[in-house]
């Protein structure tokens, strides 16, 4: 499918693996609707890209001069709630005819069943499923019944298709780690629901496709300290690095692109396959270690529990559900 001319509603689309793709897709010439929280940074950025700024470093230049039809635009909403994932509909299809969903609106808050301070609270398991998975389907399902409703576009290789809907889930889904039983059981439930969505809206040219990232340089890694990135990046054999949003991106645009692609959880991982657990976290020199500190306190911050989930030692509250911190 050809982007130039029609809207992208992308949600986590202030920051992060939804924000390089916004980016992307706005580059390409669609309309892109950034649908994250409301404390998100998705003013901002939709402003960045609509001063014609693309941030790419070989085409900024060009990006200032030239000429968009397209636009940016930021609609505040929770993608748990109904009336708010419908105006960011509404205001998508405002701007022409949607065709490209990309749902990376997400939250990755650890906890095991049997933790420190007890038995996981129920409330916190259904949390994270509450945004992954049941957050998804509201944005998918909202989204494909305006879709639905679009004149077909034609593609000289692909044929007539009405839009694309790309779903993210995670590695965990496949290698969930200890820790992760309410994220890996929101993302196994992304994939799972993959083939069944795409089946059904077949009849309304719609595919549906899900990406699973392996360990990506979001603003969350990058608050880890760089000897944590390396040792996280040193865990994928190939290449031996973290993922770059960009590379998300790429996937997404190449989805986009393929019309034969459908059905399908696609994984974006370098060949990565998680452990249980992550190996054990890099140790602070003898010289900075400090007399009394408990083996924990004398890490210099590196994950006990590798991405796909937020590392212990950044995450504070929910994790991802701190919102976009400027990075992207
Ligand atoms: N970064 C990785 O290594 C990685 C790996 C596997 C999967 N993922 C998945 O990719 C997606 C994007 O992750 P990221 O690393 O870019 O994280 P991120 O924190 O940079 O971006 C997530 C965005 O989602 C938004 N968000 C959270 N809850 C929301 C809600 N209820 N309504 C609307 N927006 C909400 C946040 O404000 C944030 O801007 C997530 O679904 C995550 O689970 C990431």
Known sequence: MDVKGTVALITGGASGLGAA????????????????????????FAAELN??????????????????DNKAVFVPADVTD????????????????????????????PGKVLGRDGVLPLESFNRVIQINLVGTFNVTRLAAAAMAATEPAGTELGGPERGVIINT?????????????AYAASKGAVAAMTLPLARELARSLIRVVTIAPGIFETPMMAGLPQEAQDSLGRQ?????????????AK????????????????????????GPKSPPRPRAPRHVRRPGCT??????????????????????????ARGGRGGR
């Open 295 to 320: 083996p924990r306190a004398r890490t210099l911050g590196a994950p006990k529990s590798a991405f796909p989930g937020p590392p212990v030692s950044v995450r504070a509250g929910e994790g991802w």
């Open 21 to 44: 793709t916004a980016r992307r897709l706005f580059d390409d010439g669609a309309s892109v609707v950034l649908v994250d929280l409301p404390a998100s940074a998705g003013d901002a």
């Open 251 to 274: 996937l997404a645009a190449h989805i986009v692109d393929n019309a034969m692609l459908n059905g399908e959880t696609i994984r974006l991982d370098g060949a990565i396959r998680m």
């Open 82 to 109: 109904e009336a708010q994932v419908q105006a960011a509909v509404d205001a998508a299809v405002a701007l022409g005819p949607l065709r490209i969903v990309v749902n990376c609106a997400g939250i990755g808050t």
């Open 169 to 181: 889930a995670s590695v965990a889904a496949f290698d969930g780690q200890i820790g992760q039983p």
């Open 51 to 68: 001063a014609g700024g693309t941030g790419r470093a070989e085409s900024a230049e060009a990006g200032k001069a030239l000429k968009r």
């Open 236 to 248: 994928v054999p190939h290449p031996s690095r973290l993922g770059r949003p960009a590379e998300y």
